[in-house]
């Protein structure tokens, strides 16, 4: 067996990469490839020295504390991506490992930050992730097999069975079968972030890529970008992340969250960020609890204590949202939106009419998704505002969505506090009928608003599933949202489509 990381997630162009890898074998192999619309080999190196490393009992939370085995020369003209590596060794399945070059200078409008945090919330190689009991995950570890990799780019967590799965053991029996974390559906780079990337590329458009955790300690790298993007499942933000992108929104840059269940928990760095915490159903067990530093609590950011939920950023929560075909969250929902404004730009060329459903054929309602409290006017669904989604915010289309409450957890969770009870205890001081009431019944939203710059929201985390079809409705506005966004500050008018693709192909890939 061999396992390998890289010392740090995030590298310049031009720096060394460090490889600690772990193998009972004499040599090894490894293989550099940039990810683009095919991955692209740009560095190998034969018959590495292997050594076994072992695992000390604390590797989860404090790290494997392995030597260096391989140091990776990277170019300085190799462009700002992420970069996946594939370690052999004789008969062995190969370990896979993954940095991203972050920019030094944009070379493009856009910046796709990886969701890396939430990677390891869900990584239990070495030990308990954030699902199994741990409040604190380490990056000095390699990932669970499946984060990075699976055989089958079609396996997905989302029940899409006509039967209630509750305990999602159709993954789970499918991941183990294939020697795969059963946690490597909730998390990754191989779920919605590599087909995303893959489809952009295919299209015409190109990004610059940073991790989570430049946000907070690389926030430079938002300097010259026109549009943030967020693919998948952006589950974990620290305070800093947050100040981050909050002041770029407000200077006028915009964000695109083709993403669900996004900012739900703080975390908080330790070690420099080799590290972080999350108590979150625990909080009350975080040192901060209770105390001035209350608003830096690892719970909810939609937590009363915190103060600062997460619709102010994103305009939607996942405690106005949930579950969609996953266990008894709306089991058996169509897994598409309903339109209700037709007419906004992120629908233009769409041929979407008001009531319409689309997406539904390749589910991209599904797994976890984010709402607002709504009301109705005229008929139209409009946020009220109450539960921080900014004023302005546009509801473009909805579908129903329901958090677990205690009765409908998974098998392995009964008896434990259900998110909709925490989703009430957290926002309104007790979970109650009348409080829980309040939260029971979301929905998906996308919708878009405009402060400083724009931001828009698909509300889902399973877009991408879209693009890997592809469905021509999604494509279509995922490639409004890439295009309009990350123009020029003025607002862009489109009189063709050939006026909209001679744009996108301003910034393509050569």
């Known amino acids: 067996?061999?396992?390998?990381?890289?010392?740090?997630?995030?590298?310049?162009?031009?720096?060394?990469?460090?490889?600690?890898?772990?193998?009972?074998?004499?040599?090894?192999?490894?293989?550099?490839?940039?990810?683009?619309?095919?991955?692209?080999?740009?560095?190998?190196?034969?018959?590495?020295?292997?050594?076994?490393?072992?695992?000390?009992?604390?590797?989860?939370?404090?790290?494997?504390?392995?030597?260096?085995?391989?140091?990776?020369?990277?170019?300085?003209?190799?462009?700002?991506?992420?970069?996946?590596?594939?370690?052999?060794?004789?008969?062995?399945?190969?370990?896979?490992?993954?940095?991203?070059?972050?920019?030094?200078?944009?070379?493009?409008?856009?910046?796709?930050?990886?969701?890396?945090?939430?990677?390891?919330?869900?990584?239990?190689?070495?030990?308990?992730?954030?699902?199994?009991?741990?409040?604190?995950?380490?990056?000095?570890?390699?990932?669970?097999?499946?984060?990075?990799?699976?055989?089958?780019?079609?396996?997905?967590?989302?029940?899409?069975?006509?039967?209630?799965?509750?305990?999602?053991?159709?993954?789970?029996?499918?991941?183990?079968?294939?020697?795969?974390?059963?946690?490597?559906?909730?998390?990754?780079?191989?779920?919605?972030?590599?087909?995303?990337?893959?489809?952009?590329?295919?299209?015409?458009?190109?990004?610059?890529?940073?991790?989570?955790?430049?946000?907070?300690?690389?926030?430079?790298?938002?300097?010259?970008?026109?549009?943030v993007v967020s693919v998948g499942h952006d589950e974990y933000w620290s305070w800093g992340m947050r100040d981050a992108l909050e002041d770029f929104?407000?200077?006028?840059?915009?964000?695109?969250?083709?993403?669900?269940?996004?900012?739900?928990?703080?975390?908080?760095?330790?070690?420099?960020?080799?590290?972080?915490?999350?108590?979150?159903?625990?909080?009350?067990?975080?040192?901060?609890?209770?105390?001035?530093?209350?608003?830096?609590l690892t719970s909810l950011w939609s937590d009363r204590r915190v103060g600062r939920p997460e619709n102010r950023l994103t305009g939607v929560s996942s405690t106005r949202g949930g579950y969609v075909r996953m266990g008894l969250g709306v089991s058996h929902g169509s897994g598409g939106y309903t339109v209700w404004r037709p007419d906004h730009w992120a629908l233009e060329g769409t041929g979407l009419r008001y009531g319409d459903l689309f997406g539904a054929e390749d589910f991209v309602v599904a797994y976890e998704a984010d709402g607002c409290e709504l009301a109705l006017e005229d008929g139209l669904p409009v946020p009220t505002g109450s539960d921080g989604t900014p004023v302005g915010f546009e509801i473009l289309a909805t579908s129903p969505a329901h958090l677990w409450s205690s009765e409908e957890l998974p098998a392995r969770y009964l008896g434990e506090p259900g998110d909709l009870e925490m989703a009430a205890e957290c926002i309104f001081g007790e979970a109650t009928p009348e409080t829980t009431g309040r939260l029971s019944s979301g929905n998906a939203v996308m919708g878009t608003y405009t402060n400083g710059g724009t931001v828009f929201t698909t509300g889902c985390t399973d877009w991408s599933y879209g693009l890997h079809r592809p469905d021509p409705v999604v494509e279509r506005i995922t490639a409004n949202v890439l295009t309009r966004l990350s123009g020029p500050a003025r607002e862009l008018e489109f009189d063709s489509a050939s006026d909209e693709a001679s744009h996108s192909a301003a910034y393509s890939r050569p």
């Not at 939370?61 to 991506?81: F, K, N």
């Not at 975390?267 to 609890?289: H, L, M, N, T």
């Open 249 to 296: 929104i407000v200077r006028g840059g915009n964000a695109a969250f083709f993403s669900g269940n996004d900012v739900c928990w703080q975390i908080r760095y330790e070690d420099g960020g080799d590290a972080f915490v999350a108590y979150k159903y625990r909080y009350s067990e975080d040192p901060v609890y209770g105390t001035s530093e209350d608003r830096f």
């Open 1 to 227: 067996m061999i396992w390998a990381y890289t010392r740090e997630l995030s590298y310049l162009a031009g720096q060394r990469v460090s490889v600690m890898a772990s193998t009972d074998r004499e040599t090894f192999s490894i293989e550099v490839a940039r990810e683009g619309s095919a991955p692209e080999v740009v560095w190998r190196m034969e018959n590495c020295p292997g050594r076994y490393q072992p695992f000390p009992a604390d590797a989860a939370s404090h790290g494997c504390r392995w030597s260096e085995s391989v140091s990776i020369p990277t170019a300085e003209d190799w462009p700002s991506a992420v970069y996946s590596l594939t370690l052999r060794s004789e008969s062995d399945d190969p370990a896979r490992a993954l940095f991203v070059l972050r920019p030094t200078r944009p070379a493009s409008p856009v910046l796709l930050v990886l969701a890396t945090n939430t990677y390891q919330a869900y990584n239990d190689c070495g030990g308990p992730c954030l699902y199994d009991g741990a409040v604190r995950v380490s990056f000095d570890r390699p990932f669970a097999a499946g984060l990075l990799h699976k055989p089958d780019p079609s396996a997905r967590i989302a029940n899409l069975s006509d039967t209630v799965d509750r305990d999602c053991l159709h993954f789970r029996r499918w991941a183990q079968d294939h020697g795969l974390s059963s946690w490597s559906g909730a998390a990754g780079w191989h779920n919605w972030e590599r087909p995303f990337v893959r489809w952009a590329e295919k299209s015409g458009f190109r990004f610059d890529v940073a991790t989570n955790a430049d946000l907070e300690f690389h926030p430079e790298i938002l300097d010259g970008h026109r549009l």
